[in-house]
């Protein structure tokens, strides 16, 4: 039996799940702006409660290592670090645009189109990849000024589906018959429970001293313009 707890920190939505072998059996999660710092070892220990678990009983600690929000991916990354050096577990980061698109495609069995997951990464920019209906990257994860001509080949003949905080922005851009853009919430760390366990069998862990989250673009300090 692999139990694992998982870390999902990329968005506004601060998430964390209880997995054993592949299947959750706890969840907390909220969405909330700048809720990460404050609550998320909350939420770890309200998981743990939860699924009646001891810390010692974990076998390996996953996170969501980006890309998605700077701050919030320090204060998940470092959160997770911190847990397995304490307890000697293993660590496993899993892609979170790849998270995203595994939840849709739990969720839609079905489905037989392509998966665009999008985060926001303000203005018109987007932290985005294209999966196929077996989730397998048709596009690889990459940053993308999105405008009328973004995801033509794509669309041409298939039925897209765009999830997540920064497709709904780009709806009134994309227009297209074969776009569908999708509200509900994919940034949640109980899809990452069969991804943190297929890892988990593979012996794919991180090396924790080392390991940083995948930013994707480097990190721009900007001061607030003053008042006049």
């Known amino acids: 039996m692999s139990i694992i707890l ?16 592949g299947e959750t059996v ?34 390996a600690v996953a996170v969501s290592k980006g890309p998605g929000s700077y701050t919030g991916l320090r204060i998940g990354v470092s959160t997770a670090k911190g847990l397995c050096f304490a307890l000697e577990k293993p660590l496993i980061a899993i892609n979170t645009l790849k998270m995203m698109a595994n939840g849709y495609l739990l969720q839609h069995a079905n489905f037989g189109g ?14 985005t990849a294209v999966f196929d209906h077996h989730l397998e ?51 949640s760390a ?7 366990y297929t890892a988990f069998q593979a012996n794919e862990f991180e090396d924790v001293a080392y390991f940083e989250p995948f930013y994707l673009k480097d990190f721009v300090f900007t001061t607030p313009k003053k008042k006049v």
């Open 26 to 59: 706890a969840l907390k999660e909220e969405k909330a702006p700048n809720i990460h710092a404050a609550s998320l070892t909350l939420f770890i220990e309200e998981a743990m409660k939860m699924a009646n678990l001891s810390y010692a009983q974990l076998d």
């Open 190 to 196: 109980t899809f990452m429970s069969n991804l943190a």
């Open 6 to 21: 998982q870390i999902e920190t990329a968005t506004p939505v601060c998430s964390v799940a209880i997995s054993v072998d």
């Open 114 to 127: 392509l998966v665009c997951p999008m985060i926001d990464a303000r203005r018109m920019e987007v932290f």
């Open 137 to 187: 990257e048709v596009e690889h994860t990459h940053a993308k000024i999105v405008d009328d001509k973004s995801f033509v080949l794509e669309l041409q003949n298939n039925y897209v589906s765009f999830i997540g905080d920064g497709a709904e922005k780009c709806r009134s851009v994309i227009d297209d018959p074969n776009a569908h853009f999708i509200s509900e919430n994919y940034n």
